[in-house]
């Protein structure tokens, strides 16, 4: 006889309280209250193979309560993925073991991304919605067709950027999107109660979404309840009522499951209630071997799709698509085109226009704004709108959403056969800052196009015009970003961006730069991070570091101390982070030995100088913004601020001259 739905879901509750209490530190409360809705989930709707966990065309699962690992690591475990083992699950939450605190994309395949920052999840969901619905435009039902499920907990319902996923997935009616709410009325502070009274649901209908209720703790109601959202056209909300902590009998219910081993006594009890084996960490063979079945039902499928796309003449192409590499034919036409006519651009027209040349080549592309598209430069001549009468379109309008979008992105780029690229100003990167550190985090190749990047932006003024961004975003781990001087360097770093296999930030200027780079290069010189861009006429006594707009100045500053005999070299450095990691032979060339008191480094970026002691050395000059900007015409602004060739060169006169004296 077939072990029932319920004894299925034990096996998961078993996991998630063993290895909670071997930690003694993680959360058993969601994965036992949401055994039951997701046992219905993996044995009757979700389309997966757990030997190939990278099969394009498998359905996405997002734990949103990304606090409740446990459950997605004991389903891994129970279908037969190749990892986590029983051992892994034994070592959870401790260093090497993948089976990490929260659900890391990069540690276990058959995890499509990293949760834990509540909210998130869902909100990547929606991207994953939005690629499978593109690509299956594109491709048709036979090679794309499949659906994005997510739980979801109360505090994932909460968060801000919720609102902003749910409005996006409602007006592009993503009905392959299907979330299920684990309702069990508890956070970590106690009742739901103490911080809520708006109507969930409701809110979800009124953002165009399908909403259901079904008893949680009932994997047939949950089963019903999924086959529902499956048959209708917008994106589904399942309520699932639960009780979290479910079979802990004296716990249950209270938020002192919620994130804390339930102790021996409490799990003795569990046991002995929930029909459990007394050993820890001991499934039933008849249930392993059932789930283990379960597991192995994706394989027909699996196959089935094999031999279509084999059958298919759009093979290649979606293969190659899937494989993320992005054609780089574009680049030197472009760049040629570039230096023959020589006009002055803005950067982020420059960016519009290296997008011009990659958009018809690189066709996984999918660009957008957060309401910035005329600003940003985004939109490229072919563009049509994606929308829900057009999935096959290669434009996003996010609307004001700029956190949803990045999580979007995040989405998209995990799913896989897109490269999202998405616009706001700089300064609004703090309104997408979490998911652009979930895209480094977990190496998603998501470019940012981040347009009006200083006070160069001129009359919108201090909340418009970003100081510390520049620096902060540099601070975040796993993230290029990229401060372009000129339409050349523009296009370097747009190949550089498309060519990486993690996020990128573009900061782009809203004003008109003059073509700096006249020369063709043989390479890529944005690939190093900096580059010699003029070499010291006379015997060298300063290196002028630039990024951006400043590069121009800074060429200016050298253009003056030449005149005085004093040799400058000018250092364009589009990417600090490539620089970094350069042979030391290279960095040594371009700065060298920051002990050398000999040469003076300056430091040129309209931004907080914070930081910039890293290339300067403490003894060199660092010439930037540490306050905020001023609402005027953009020349004013940077005479305001002393960055200009002239104010710039009597500071580093000056600071020789002091040098000369000591
Ligand atoms: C953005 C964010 N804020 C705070 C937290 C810390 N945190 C983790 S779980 C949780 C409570 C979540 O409540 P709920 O989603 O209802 O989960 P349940 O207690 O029901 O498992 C909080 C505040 C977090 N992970 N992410
Ligand atoms: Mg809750």
């Not at 609307?399 to 706001?424: D, K, S």
Request: with cysteine.
């Amino acid at each position: 006889m077939q072990p029932t739905q319920r004894r299925l879901a034990n096996a998961i509750r078993a996991l998630a309280m063993d290895a909670v209490e071997a930690a003694n530190s993680g959360h058993p409360g969601m994965p036992m209250g949401m055994a039951d809705a997701a046992t219905a989930l993996f044995t009757r709707h979700l389309k997966f193979d757990p030997a190939d966990p990278h099969w394009p065309d498998r359905d996405r699962f997002v734990l949103s309560a990304g606090h409740g690992s446990m459950l997605i690591y004991a389903l891994l475990y129970l279908t037969g993925y190749a990892r986590p083992t029983l051992d892994d699950i034994k070592n959870f939450r401790q260093l090497h073991s993948p089976c990490a605190g929260h659900p890391e994309n990069f540690e276990l395949p058959g995890i499509e991304v990293t949760t834990g920052p509540l909210g998130q999840g869902l909100a990547m969901a929606v991207g994953m919605a939005i690629a499978e619905r593109h690509l299956n435009a594109i491709y048709g039902d036979d090679l794309v067709d499949h659906r994005t499920y997510v739980i979801a907990g109360d505090g994932d319902l909460m968060e801000g950027v919720n609102h902003e996923a749910v409005g996006l997935a409602g007006h592009l009616k993503l009905g392959r999107l299907i979330v299920m709410w684990d309702d069990n009325r508890i956070t970590i502070d106690g009742s739901t109660d103490l911080s809520r009274s708006e109507d969930v649901v409701a809110r979800h209908a009124a953002a165009g979404w399908q909403t259901i209720d079904c008893d949680g703790l009932d994997s047939g109601s949950v089963s019903r309840a999924l086959d529902e959202a499956k048959a209708d056209a917008r994106p589904s909300l399942v309520r699932c009522k639960t009780v979290i902590g479910y079979g802990a009998p004296n716990l249950q219910g209270t938020a002192a499951t919620h994130g804390a081993a339930l102790g021996q006594a409490e799990v003795e009890a569990a046991r002995a209630g929930l029909g459990l084996e007394p050993k820890e960490f001991t499934i039933p063979d008849d249930v392993l071997a059932a789930w283990r079945e379960v597991g192995g039902r994706g394989a027909a499928e699996h196959s089935e799709w094999r031999r279509r796309l084999e059958g298919s003449d759009r093979r290649n192409e979606l293969l190659d698509r899937l494989s993320g590499r992005a054609d780089e034919s574009w680049l030197k036409p472009h760049i040629d085109s570039l230096l023959a006519e020589a006009k002055p651009v803005a950067t982020r027209k420059a960016s519009e226009m290296a997008l011009e040349a990659v958009n018809p080549v690189v066709t996984s592309t999918i660009g957008g704004s957060a309401d910035l598209t005329g600003s940003n430069n985004t939109k490229t001549r072919g563009l049509e709108p994606l929308t829900a009468d057009n999935y096959a379109g290669r434009y996003i309008y996010y609307g004001i959403r700029e956190f949803g979008m990045a999580a979007a992105m995040n989405g998209m780029a995990l799913h896989g056969g897109v490269i999202p690229y998405g616009g706001t100003f700089l300064v609004f990167t703090d309104y997408a800052r979490p998911a652009i550190r979930l895209s480094a985090l977990q190496g998603a190749k998501v470019i940012y196009v981040m347009t009006h990047d200083s006070i160069g932006l001129g009359e919108d003024g201090p909340t418009h015009q970003p100081i510390e961004h520049l620096q902060s975003l540099r601070a975040m781990p796993g993230i290029e970003v990229y401060r372009p001087a000129d339409s050349v360097e523009t296009a370097e770093c747009w190949a550089l961006a498309l060519a990486s296999d993690g996020p990128s930030i573009l900061a782009l200027t809203r004003q008109n730069l003059p073509l700096l780079r006249t020369h063709s290069a043989q390479e890529n010189l944005c690939a190093r991070g900096a580059y010699r861009l003029k070499a010291a006429a006379s015997e060298r006594q300063v290196i002028l570091i630039a990024t951006g707009s400043e590069v121009e100045i800074a060429l200016g500053v050298a253009e003056r101390l030449e005149e005085q005999g004093i040799g400058a070299d000018v250092v364009s450095m589009p990417c600090a982070e490539r620089f970094d990691a350069q042979p030391p032979a290279y960095r040594a060339d371009i700065l060298p030995d920051v002990s050398n008191r000999e040469i003076l480094r300056v430091s040129i970026e309209a931004g907080t100088t914070f930081g910039w002691e890293r290339y300067t050395g403490l003894h060199g000059l660092r010439i930037g913004i540490d306050r905020y900007g001023v609402s005027a015409p953009y020349k004013d602004a940077y005479e305001y601020f002393g960055l200009t060739p002239v104010a710039i060169t009597d500071r580093v006169l000056a600071h020789l001259d002091r040098k000369g004296m000591e």
